[in-house]
């Protein structure tokens, strides 16, 4: 088996070829054939909900690049970035990136933190951000800056690159072998858990006076916000219960509504999981991993260590505790979520759509539009219940070209003025890669050992690979194995005519990674799959 026994998004030309795919597949994703451009564009509408009010439907997803010091503070490599980011002419900036309340909490050595420079170093990448969009766009009107608020928990590696220390709240009967934890490897004890959440009200406090819009809580890909919604079988105050399982997120808000009066509230949550796979050991050879199977799980049953999963069959979602989150979102007056999925560490084929693995992980089990059309599945559900949240959806870069396409789709059924998408953009600098790109893959290698193969498949399947002659013998054969610039070309090219009168506001910028998506209204569209 390879990677390229599936058709590759990339490599197909037009539309109409890749709607017939998707038909093929028995694939649901809506997809208009024909771009809108300029203000005729769902995607370039406004949207206002109390105090939020959005210049179009372009968001930044959240993205770092391990390259802050080892201080962590910015580097001229997150300035440019951040200026990427505004110039991009997305009017919600989803967290910037991931910064660690807390040195302990930071996922590697060059994770910025927050530290005794944070109001400073943080108002300047906020400054540089704005003044790149108002270069680029003209205005900054409609602008929404947040700052993405972490602890890495589980995945927490401060100091090295190759040093994990981790900081759990359960023994979790696969993640734990994974990460050489052993059954007396102590769990975070509540006053810890106290102390962090602390740190969470400083933090806020310091984005705050930075002049950010709001703070994301993160709860998604498995760092600590997330391992605590799974926490049943911790015991005492933060396990058991939804409720003991909500408090670290119930006190995190009351701190911060107290410090920093009037900064708006948001999360990242990963809203449904599966449990953590592997390369089938039946198909695997040195440096040549098999398809993705799960890890075996029957002995588990019913399955205690997942959030949003079926306890008797956990590779299915479910969705009743994420509908009864985004309830108690509601209650603490939380109206802005970006929902993701599963974690890059165990299961990235459900967090990050792809069609090459990640470094140490496996090939995609299936086609990898399968968990686009899941995410989109999850998001539009979650949408039905809460109409009034304004979604950001994850997990769409893999529809490359055709992400405009899609995200307009669904006017065929509703008026513009009743679909309102998010497309969200990543923009990274993938030509530097000496610097800045080589650390992207910092998950489990340290960035001296990155090597081209590993920036590509780190981003995997995103058919975006820097040429043919770095790619390991089994992908060269590939049709993957395209230069980049044609595709990013291609997708600037697309999204600049479906959302902006401006194509050079985003045809500008490099693009590799592209999409998020949320419906507004989404009762009346079309099912995702
Ligand atoms: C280089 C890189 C850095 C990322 N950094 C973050 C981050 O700081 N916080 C976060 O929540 N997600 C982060 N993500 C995940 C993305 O926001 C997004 O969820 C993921 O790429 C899947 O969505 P996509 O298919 O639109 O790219 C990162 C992804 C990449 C590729």
């Known amino acids: 088996m390879s990677a390229h026994s599936f058709l590759h998004v990339g490599g197909i030309r037009d539309v109409e070829t890749f709607r017939r795919h998707l038909r093929d597949l028995h694939i649901s994703i809506p997809c208009d054939p024909e771009l809108l451009s300029g203000d005729r564009s769902p995607l370039a509408q406004p949207l206002r909900r109390g105090d939020i009010s959005l210049g179009n439907r372009f968001a930044i997803h959240p993205m770092e690049g391990w390259d802050g010091s080892t201080e962590g503070r910015p580097t001229e490599l997150t300035f440019r970035r951040w200026r990427r980011f505004g110039a991009s002419g997305a009017k919600l900036i989803w967290g910037g990136e991931a910064v660690a309340v807390c040195h302990e909490g930071r996922a590697n050595p060059n994770q910025l933190a927050i530290g005794p420079h944070a109001i400073a170093d943080l108002s300047r990448l906020r400054e540089a951000l704005i003044r790149e969009h108002e270069r680029s766009v003209g205005s900054i009107e409609g602008l929404v800056i947040g700052l993405q608020l972490t602890h890495s928990g589980r995945y927490s590696r401060p100091n090295s690159h190759d040093r994990p220390e981790p900081r759990i709240l359960y023994h979790h009967p696969i993640l734990d072998k994974r990460l050489g934890i052993t059954d007396d490897y102590p769990l975070l004890a509540d006053p810890e858990i106290a102390q962090i959440i602390e740190e969470f009200h400083r933090a806020a406090r310091v984005a705050h006076e930075a002049g950010f819009d709001f703070v994301d809580i993160k709860h998604c890909h498995g760092y600590l916000g ?179 396409h899609v995200a307009q789709a669904g006017d065929e059924s509703v008026s513009h003025a009743q679909f309102q998408s998010f497309v969200t953009l990543l923009f990274v600098d993938r030509f530097e890669r000496q610097n800045g790109f080589a650390r992207f893959d910092g998950f489990s290698h340290p960035p001296a050992r990155c090597s081209h193969d590993r920036i590509r498949s780190r981003y995997s399947g995103d058919g975006i690979d820097s040429g043919r002659a770095r790619l390991p013998p089994w992908a060269r054969q590939s049709r993957q194995a395209r230069p980049v610039d044609r595709i990013a070309a291609g997708l600037h090219h697309s999204l600049a005519r479906a959302a902006l009168p401006d194509a050079r506001r985003v045809g500008r910028c490099r693009v590799i990674a592209a999409m998020g998506w949320a419906l507004e209204h989404a009762p009346n569209l079309p099912c995702p799959g």
């Open 226 to 404: 997330h391992e605590f919604l799974s926490a049943h079988t911790r015991a005492g105050d933060y396990g058991g219960s939804f409720e003991n399982r909500t408090r670290f997120l119930r006190m995190v808000v009351e701190g911060i509504r107290h410090v920093a009066p009037g900064l708006a509230i948001a999360v990242r949550l990963s809203a449904c999981d599966t449990v953590p796979f592997r390369p089938n050991p039946k198909h695997s050879l040195p440096g040549k991993p098999g398809r993705g199977v799960p890890e075996p799980f029957v002995t588990l049953l019913p399955y205690r260590w997942g959030f949003g999963v079926n306890r008797d069959n956990p590779i299915e979602p479910d969705l009743s505790e994420p509908l009864q989150f985004l309830s108690l979102l509601s209650e603490l007056d939380i109206n802005l979520v970006n929902l993701s999925a599963g974690s890059p560490y165990y299961n990235p084929h459900l967090q990050r759509p792809a069609l090459f693995p990640p470094s140490d992980g496996y090939l995609a089990p299936e086609d990898p539009l399968f968990g686009v059309a899941q995410q989109m599945q999850v998001t539009r559900t979650l949408k039905q219940h809460f109409p009034n949240l304004i979604v950001v959806g994850s997990a769409y870069t893999y529809l490359q070209d055709f992400l405009p």
